[in-house]
């Protein structure tokens, strides 16, 4: 088997106007000898190492020191070699070594003569063509490559064309869109894919794309480090007021955000002191998603300096870096934003509509507890859709149910002249702190309001489910088995003719009674579930707005390309480097197949593009949605169902994910610090 060499080219070298002849990146080893991946990053001219005061190694290690750890680790951004025109090669005034490589001077000779008995050292030409690709003019070749000492001139080369990675415009990325989603279990694999997973693989493809999305910053770093120097005026006029506008803009904004943290901590400090007081407690109680909800908006405000900040050196080595940390720095903001917006218009109309509102609130509530809760106490109490029930048990149980009934609609009727200022309120709150305010109050008025219909709900439940076990007991006892808690199993028990006739008595006044007592459970159970499906829909509503990344729905319909899943290669030629020159194909799989004997026997020579896929929409938005329900829907089903045949309770909220924010405590000086450097952060990147 042939050596084998990747040349990852970027597209910008093979512009007409390149001058450069050194090539700067990194050589990336296999786990085998044979195989060898050169990542090319940028390429500069003999000038820019002509200054003496500043070591080429010095540079480099200054350069290296700023990528990214996992980079360093595997390799070492250095000179790779040198490349030149094929005319040059007979130009007297080169002059060259033995192996054919041109003769540096000073550092660059000492640091070619290095690599080339210990490393590696690659002696490209360029070679023209025409209409190769879209804005490729030539494309290189492969002389020769000094490989740890030997001189290797004839190997398979497959040169990869690549568009260098912007920030803001494209990057590469091998994960896949489905490896983000953490929800479910991760399946038991077989010993023989642990084992494959141990082996290094032939190409360390994971270090070739980190690196060239690192190539711009190594080209920046590399750049500063040399000392370029640019021709602009620092201390224009307008420079200098935009400067100081901007300044006096840092020290409002923390001025009035350091004024509202006073504000929170005061309020936060008072509501600890009353933390232990029965009007709190109850006032937690009954209002607890708005509780929950209010603390993520308040976080979400106190934390806003953090976020836009960007104190983190590691997202300026390498473009895949920056682009997940913008994302994450202005995920948060994007989310207040648009909850904020969407509370402004859903509030402005609630507000301008708030007696029409007021007025169908009522009139729903009434036809409600008129149409459907008294009605239906009353068909219960007689003979509902046919069954012959008791009487006795469903006078009872409906006279209790109308009083309640009555006494709640009572307190309603008092109520509802202030249900006017409750819609007011609703709807400022959602113009202030965003929708997801005044729809956690919703919620919890829901439950408020609703409290008479849970409350029967609860009553007739425990009767149902006492029922249901009195009669599972007796049942058994007529079995000869007896239940044992401590093992959990039941067993056989003898019992006393006496107890027989007990259970008898007992047993057959229940089961006669049961079906009066369903029928009361089934209808308190269908109202009580009802209530609970509405807050449950307002809950997931409220975890979606929370959890859909609006900044990266904005940027994927503005730039698609920011958002790569996977890398695949458009083979546009092969040909054997015992021609002179490239052989182009309409069909290079058909080629190739039809070329096999002659391709076995002399090295080949591949050139292809390397493209990525891209996300859609869905692919964005579905792992983030995943995770905040991870699989509670199901759970959800399986409790209800389990607590309407047992008579347990039904649970009123999924308890989806939402984001959690420890409290901020920190002194006001420098809250409003952090504030002010923030913004001025803003201004200078």
Request: net charge positive; with cysteine; aromatic share 12%.
């Amino acid at each position: 088997m042939g050596r084998r060499c990747r040349i990852w080219w970027p597209k910008q070298l093979s512009f007409p106007k390149s001058d450069s002849n050194f090539l700067l990146g990194w050589f990336v080893s296999s786990s085998s000898s044979s195989s060898l991946d050169v990542v090319i990053a940028f390429a500069c001219t003999q000038l820019a190492f002509s200054d003496p005061t500043k070591s080429l190694q010095g540079i480099l290690h200054e350069t290296n020191g700023k990528m990214p750890v996992l980079l360093q680790d595997r390799s070492k951004l250095c000179v790779l070699g040198q490349f030149a025109s094929v005319g040059t090669e007979q130009d007297d005034h080169y002059q060259s070594s033995s192996c054919g490589c041109h003769k540096l001077s000073g550092s660059l000779e000492q640091c070619r003569q290095s690599f080339e008995g210990n490393s590696f050292w690659i002696h490209m030409l360029r070679e023209d063509q025409q209409q190769f690709g879209k804005g490729i003019t030539w494309i290189p070749r492969m002389q020769h490559i000094h490989w740890n000492g030997e001189i290797v001139s004839r190997c398979h080369v497959h040169l990869i064309f690549y568009e260098t990675p912007t920030y803001g415009a494209h990057h590469f990325s091998l994960r896949l869109w489905n490896s983000l989603d953490q929800g479910k279990a991760p399946l038991r694999k077989p010993k023989w894919v642990h084992e494959l997973n141990q082996k290094q693989p032939l190409l360390d493809l994971d270090t070739v794309i980190l690196a060239i999305n690192s190539a711009s910053a190594a080209d920046e770093t590399f750049k500063r480090c040399l000392g370029a120097k640019k021709s602009f005026v620092c201390f224009s006029i307008i420079y200098m007021f935009l400067g100081f506008i901007w300044k006096l803009f840092s020290v409002l904004v923390a001025s009035l955000s350091t004024l509202f943290y006073v504000i929170l901590q005061f309020l936060y400090t008072l509501l600890n002191h009353a933390s232990d007081s029965w009007t709190y407690i109850i006032l937690v109680k009954v209002f607890s998603s708005a509780r929950i909800n209010m603390r993520i908006r308040f976080s979400q405000i106190l934390y806003w300096p953090i976020f836009l900040q960007d104190n983190s050196m590691r997202s300026q080595s390498s473009v895949e870096y920056a682009e997940k940390a913008a994302l994450l720095k202005h995920s948060m903001w994007s989310s207040l934003a648009v909850d904020v917006l969407l509370g402004n218009f859903i509030g402005l109309a609630l507000l301008y509509h708030a007696e029409s509102a007021c007025i169908l609130v009522l009139k729903f509530s009434s036809d409600i507890t008129n149409e459907l809760l008294r009605s239906g106490c009353v068909w219960l109490m007689g003979v509902p859709a046919g069954f012959k029930l008791n009487t006795e048990l469903a006078g009872v149980l409906g006279m209790i149910s109308l009083t309640a009934i009555q006494i709640w609609s009572t307190i309603w009727i008092f109520l509802g002249f202030h249900f006017l200022y409750v819609i007011r309120g609703l709807a400022i709150s959602g113009i202030i702190f965003g929708l997801t305010i005044p729809a956690a109050l919703i919620i919890d008025l829901i439950a408020l309001v609703t409290l008479h219909v849970s409350t029967l709900h609860w009553l007739i439940s425990l009767l149902y489910s006492t029922q249901i076990q009195a009669l599972a007991a007796l049942w058994r006892l007529f079995r000869g088995r007896k239940w044992n808690p401590l093992r959990q199993r039941l067993d056989s028990y003898d019992y006393t003719v006496k107890q027989h006739i007990v259970g008898s008595l007992l047993f057959t006044p229940l089961l006669l009674l049961l079906p009066t007592t369903s029928v009361f459970y089934i209808f308190f159970t269908i109202m009580n579930t009802t209530i609970s499906l509405i807050c449950i829909l307002i809950e997931v509503t409220i975890s979606v707005i929370h959890a859909t990344p609006y900044i990266k729905v904005f940027l994927w319909l503005v730039r698609p390309r920011r958002f790569p899943s996977g890398i695949w290669f458009e083979i546009k030629s092969v040909w054997s480097q015992g021609l002179d020159s490239c052989e182009d194909m309409d069909s290079p799989v058909a080629n190739m197949q039809s070329k096999k004997d002659r391709t076995e026997e002399k090295p080949s020579v591949v050139v292809s593009f390397l493209h990525s896929n891209f996300l859609t929409v869905g692919q964005i938005i579905l792992p983030h949605y995943t995770k905040v329900l991870s699989g509670k829907p199901r759970t959800l089903v399986a409790t209800a169902a389990y607590g309407v045949l047992t008579g347990r309770r039904i649970p009123s909220t999924i308890g989806t994910d939402l984001p959690t924010f420890p409290w901020m405590i920190i002194p006001c000086k420098e809250f409003w610090r952090l504030c002010y450097d923030s913004i001025l952060e803003c201004y200078r990147t």
